[in-house]
């Protein structure tokens, strides 16, 4: 009994320490919308949905580069969340808690679907950064760019589909979600270690994809 | 989300494509058709009607978050009862124990034939001319161990069980469950021999009985039990010591009688005997 207790201190002084405060913040706030919704205010569960559904549907998005499944499996994702908040019980965040649950649904989709490969892709949203990649790598303009910019992503997004689930998800959820390595271990139910191996992994099979875009 | 770096104007990484993921947004308009659809699936969700297993499986769930202490406290719990279990033996239950059991001379047991006594060499005879009649002296030699003790006569009965009793007239170190079986065994013998004789003669009872001794004995018992099995057979069988010669009958072939000497001769021919029968002054082997 003793040694449980141990291992769930542990859990939480890691936790604590490893989340930054803005997260910890974030989490706390969820957590009273969660309680709300556990004591009967379902609305409340509405400004959850609000609040994740674009991280949920990019982490879906880039997983399975199809925006009709992501869009599906997002929605999946609130359901089976709503369903299960009675079981939650703060252990973890909200947030964490709720990726899992998209990381999951993705994973069991992508391994029913392994032979059906359609992608289908959002557009690329021209800001102030991705301005600066984009001329960085070319100097086209008009017509010449747009099919630039279209190429540019269906390679990225082939080089990504080559990647293994795991890697693929690790690349996902460090680069394009920003999120960090503690918290990509608790989502994934694997350790920290096991966590940067992979990123290393699969960066250079990317370098090694990517390499004629790469200045 | 922050960005971890900014972009220097002449150097594209691989960091800077994968910003570019983040980039591909669906439009505003997007999220108005997210939000309908999903309304329908919770609706859908709602109205849809659960298997009866569902209900099983949110049970197990419930009590899975709980099965590592659980199953420390069954483990603790086993150890516990084992350890005081083992540590007391004189609380042991034993079925109605009633003390040293005394056998007298008129139990029914001692009457049964039995040999224990070495069966000697083969006589060289198919066909002997003297009548077998020493069976009688074997049953009186074996009745006077039957009624020495009730660890004897538990003995008889279960040869290599009397061995052990006779080994350790104090039981003390015998191990609790072996004391238990002693006892039992003891008090059925008084009881129920019948029972007991039929029990002992069950397939596989000394090994479940007592697995332990009952490897160290089997090797010696084995002989003697062979010899128990056919009471008659080891009383011919052992009328044969006083056998003088060999006699054949004068009208068997001579093939035979090559044969019949030829079997003589070996070890342990009694066992490869399949028939053995007595007729007035005639013994007759069957092999």
């Known amino acids: 009994m003793i040694s449980l207790l141990t291992v769930d201190l542990t859990k939480v002084i890691g936790k604590t320490l490893t989340a930054t405060p803005e997260r910890r913040q974030e989490a706390d706030a969820d957590w009273e919308v969660v309680k709300k919704v556990q004591a009967g205010d379902v609305a409340a569960f509405d400004r959850l949905i609000v609040k994740y559904r674009e991280r949920i549907y990019s982490v879906v998005y880039n997983l399975c580069a199809n925006r009709e499944d992501a869009a599906d499996l997002a929605q999946c994702t609130f359901i089976k969340a709503f369903q299960s908040i009675n079981r939650f019980q703060g252990q973890s965040s909200f947030f964490t808690w709720v990726y899992r649950i998209a990381v999951n649904a993705t994973l069991t989709h992508l391994r029913k679907n392994r032979l059906r490969t359609f992608f289908s892709f959002e557009r690329i949203t021209e800001e102030d950064k991705t301005s600066e990649v984009i001329e960085a790598l070319t100097d086209k303009t008009g017509a010449d760019r747009e099919a630039f910019v279209k190429e540019l992503q269906e390679k990225l997004n082939e080089a990504l589909q080559k990647l293994s689930i795991n890697h693929r998800m690790v690349v996902t959820l460090f680069e394009i979600e920003g999120l960090g390595h503690s918290e990509i271990a608790e989502i994934m139910g694997c350790s920290v270690g096991t966590v940067r191996s992979r990123l290393h992994y699969a960066k250079q099979l990317l370098q090694a994809d990517l390499q004629s875009y790469l200045r | 989300m922050p960005d971890r770096r900014s972009i220097p104007p002449a150097r594209v990484t691989l960091e800077d494509l994968l910003r570019l993921k983040r980039a591909e947004r669906p439009p505003p308009e997007f999220w108005s058709e997210f939000e309908r659809q999903l309304r329908e699936k919770q609706l859908a969700a709602l109205v849809e009607r659960k298997s009866w297993w569902h209900e099983l499986v949110v049970i197990y769930q419930r009590i899975g978050r709980a099965r590592l202490p659980l199953a420390a406290v069954a483990v603790l719990a086993l150890t516990f009862v084992s350890v005081r279990y083992y540590t007391q ?4 239950p034993v079925i109605a124990e009633r003390g040293p059991v005394r056998l007298t001379p008129a139990l029914p047991v001692a009457a049964q034939p039995v040999s224990t006594a070495p069966i000697a060499a083969p006589a060289p005879a198919a066909v002997v001319s003297q009548p077998a009649e020493q069976p009688s002296t074997v049953v009186e030699k074996n009745a006077a161990v039957v009624t020495a ?50 029990v002992a003669r069950s397939r596989g009872f000394e090994e479940r009985a007592m697995p332990a001794a009952y490897q160290r004995h089997t090797a010696e018992a084995l002989p003697t039990a062979a010899a128990v099995a056919d009471p008659r057979r080891a009383r011919l069988l052992a009328s044969l010591e006083s056998i003088g010669a060999y006699v054949p009958e004068p009208s068997a072939p001579e093939h035979a009688k090559r044969s019949v000497t030829r079997y003589l001769a070996q070890d342990g021919w009694d066992r490869s005997a399949s028939r053995l029968e007595a007729e007035g002054n005639r013994l007759s082997i069957r092999f």
Do not use: C, K, Q, Y
């Open chain 2, 89 to 92: 033996p004189g609380e042991m």
């Open chain 2, 149 to 198: 003790s009730s660890s004897g006569e538990v003995g008889r009965v279960i040869p290599w069980l009397g061995d052990v009793f006779e080994n350790h007239a104090d039981t003390s170190g015998l191990t609790p469950s072996a004391r238990t079986i002693a006892a039992n065994l003891a008090t059925a013998a008084v009881m129920e021999p019948e029972l007991l004789d039929a």
